[in-house]
């Protein structure tokens, strides 16, 4: 698994991405955090 996350990360730093650290965060923190991201790549409002 530490494999995969380090793979991943490697991805976001070679494309520009950024990386969300969820490691410190509760459920709800990480979901408010992650949950709009993926709407504004597809052009919907989340407001």
């Given amino acids: 698994m530490m494999n995969w996350a380090a793979y991943l990360r490697d991805e976001a730093r070679t494309n520009g991405w950024q990386i969300l650290d969820t490691g410190r965060l509760s459920i709800e923190q990480s979901v408010a955090l992650v949950l709009p991201r993926p709407a504004r ?3 919907i409002s989340t407001e």
């Fill in 41 to 43: 790549f597809i052009g």
